[in-house]
């Protein structure tokens, strides 16, 4: 092989690995947690009516994945199966934060793809996490969107999470994930993901709406 055609190949390899490593580094859809089940037992058609049988094979079909297995103590859940410890106390039910302040929000919408889109500083639910003291932790964070869709049980609803554990009056809201909505590519980051236990549906809001928070930190 000449020297020329072996640099040919190196020059349209290279891409590909280029490609390949970058995958590798943005790809987010590979989840870090061990699959629990979803608490779905049944099928639905786009018509909400159940489905018998094998002919639709969903969640509810299969069922797969590890059990539930949460530790209550002194104000925290545990979560046994992926290590997470969640925040259980009164505040829970009674605290509201945006995800930015109102000033950071006004800096973020008027001047795209700024820093403020993403400065959390000030009265907002990530410093509400990085401030709270509970149990002699310090080390509380606002959750990611995939870690409180862990908590989710589909197979409940108002509220579609494990009561027994975490308070059920408490988990009728919304609340705020650390994961930020990207509205397509130039998209100027003022919208920030939620998750209701109402019904265990996730949607997006804009930063300086005020939701609930239940912080979390790793055990």
Not at 85 to 111: H, M
Not at 119 to 145: F, K, M, Q
Request: aromatic letters at 12%; charged letters at 20%; hydrophobic letters at 35%.
């Amino acid at each position: 092989m000449s020297h020329r055609n072996k640099f040919q190949i190196v020059v349209l390899f290279l891409p590909l690995l280029l490609l390949l490593s970058a995958c590798s580094k943005n790809d987010t859809s590979s989840s870090s947690f061990d699959m629990k089940r979803t608490g779905q037992v049944k099928s639905y058609d786009e018509n909400a009516q159940e489905v018998l049988g094998s002919t639709l094979k969903d969640d509810g079909y299969y069922k797969k994945g590890l059990d539930s297995n949460y530790t209550v103590e002194s104000e925290m859940v545990i979560d046994e199966v992926n290590g997470l410890v969640w925040q259980n106390n009164a505040d829970v039910g009674s605290v509201v934060k945006p995800w930015l302040s109102a000033e950071n929000y006004i800096f973020c919408t008027e001047n795209v793809n700024t820093f403020s889109c993403d400065d959390t500083s000030g009265d907002t639910a990530v410093e509400y996490c990085s401030n709270l003291i509970l149990n002699n932790h310090t080390d509380w964070r606002l959750p990611t969107l995939e870690e409180l869709d862990t908590l989710v049980d589909y197979g409940k609803s108002s509220p579609a999470i494990e009561s027994a554990y975490f308070n059920a009056d408490d988990a009728n809201y919304s609340f705020w994930s650390a994961s930020t909505y990207q509205s397509g590519v130039y998209g100027i980051g003022d919208k920030a993901w939620s998750l209701s236990f109402v019904d265990g549906s996730d949607s997006y809001n804009f930063k300086n709406k005020s939701l609930h928070v239940r912080c979390v930190r790793g055990r």
